[in-house]
């Protein structure tokens, strides 16, 4: 049996693990701070891709509907249908 400090005080080993115990406790809760960090995160970088995605879709309608896609294909088969009425536009 380890020694006590004193007759009824707690022995040299129980209070090194109480300090052991301390810094487990102390560990784990480091532990969950940086994981409920990592989950933050990971949420707003979710919230920034479907932004980012949002935008880059309206990006490519507006681009495809601007003035100089006048001489993308299917705007040109368009426009040499009036020249050919037995031909349909596509």
């Known amino acids: 049996m380890a020694e006590t400090n004193s007759w009824f005080g707690p022995s ?7 300090a052991q115990y301390a810094l487990v406790l102390g560990q784990w809760g480091a532990l969950f701070n940086a994981a409920s960090a990592l ?5 707003a970088l979710g919230q920034l891709a479907v932004d980012s995605s949002n935008e880059f879709e309206s990006w490519v309608k507006q681009t495809a509907a601007g ?16 020249f050919n009425p037995g031909k349909p536009a596509g």
């Open 39 to 43: 989950v933050e995160a990971n949420v």
């Open 67 to 82: 003035p100089w896609n006048w001489m993308s294909p299917d705007s040109l088969q368009k426009f040499m249908s009036q």
């Open 12 to 18: 040299e080993r129980a209070l090194e693990f109480g």
